[in-house]
T-cell receptor, first 114, second 111 residues
Framework: DGGITQSPKYLFRKEGQNVTLSCEQN?????MYWYRQDPGQGLRLIYY?????DFQKGDIAEGYSVSREKKESFPLTVTSAQKNPTAFYLC????WGSGANVLTFGAGSRLTVL | ELKVEQNPLFLSMQEGKNYTIYCNYS?????LYWYRQDPGKSLESLFV?????AVKQEGRLMASLDTKARLSTLHITAAVHDLSATYFC???????????FGKGTLLTVNP
């Protein structure tokens, strides 16, 4: 079955450490996205990518980095520069272009800073 | 800057009752999306509304779009406990990538 796989599901990080969240999709979608969800804040866009080797900052990109070396993969690194990284991180993908760009989401990764 | 506002943010209702969730957005948008999120889970797509006057229905949920008023509604008919979840609307704001979400409406349906 096609879908998006995020890993790990839960992750604990010490202050000052970088961590990388994995996101893989087999939907043949061109576009991929990373969102952060905090209680009462809804979803905020961190980064998105329309095609391989290209990505754009979203609303809250500071302290995060991404890469898009393959169409299927869009890993997110939470760096030590991110001051408040404890959150639920959601990866999504969609077709790109005109028409309905419905997002398909992964199951999410919950990051806690100790 | 595109802003998407949902109200109410919290909704507690009894089974069997009807209610409407509102989604207002600040800039012209030709597409409006509704998603559902169960506690601790990811989001799943409910409806995509692609034009003014569009109406979509599935089960006890019906969504509509008024692009002139920049308003979408999600109407719940005869609520049941299984509808308890957080509902998000998302506007495209006329752009393919700035898919801005509302803050979500936490719906609790009580027996």
């Amino acid at each position: 079955d096609g879908g998006i796989t995020q890993s790990p599901k839960y992750l604990f990080r010490k202050e000052g450490q970088n961590v990388t969240l994995s996101c893989e999709q087999n939907l043949n979608h061109d576009a991929m996205y990373w969102y952060r969800q905090d209680p009462g804040q809804g979803l905020r866009l961190i980064y998105y990518s329309q095609i391989v080797n290209d990505f754009q900052k979203g609303d809250i990109a500071e302290g995060y980095s991404v890469s898009r070396e393959k169409k299927e993969s869009f890993p997110l690194t939470v760096t030590s520069a991110q001051k408040n990284p404890t959150a639920f991180y959601l990866c999504a993908s969609s077709i790109w272009g005109s028409g309905a760009n419905v997002l398909t989401f992964g199951a999410g990764s919950r990051l806690t800073v100790l | 800057e595109l802003k998407v506002e949902q109200n109410p943010l919290f909704l507690s209702m009894q089974e069997g009752k009807n209610y409407t969730i509102y989604c207002n957005y600040s800039t012209t948008s030709d597409r409006l999306y509704w998603y559902r999120q169960d506690p601790g889970k990811s989001l799943e797509s409910l409806f995509v509304l692609l034009s003014n006057g569009a109406v979509k229905q599935e089960g006890r949920l019906m969504a509509s779009l008024d692009t002139k008023a920049r308003l979408s509604t999600l109407h719940i008919t005869a609520a049941v406990h299984d509808l308890s979840a957080t509902y998000f609307c998302k506007s495209s704001g006329g752009s393919n990538y700035k898919l801005t979400f509302g803050k979500g409406t936490l719906l609790t349906v009580n027996p």
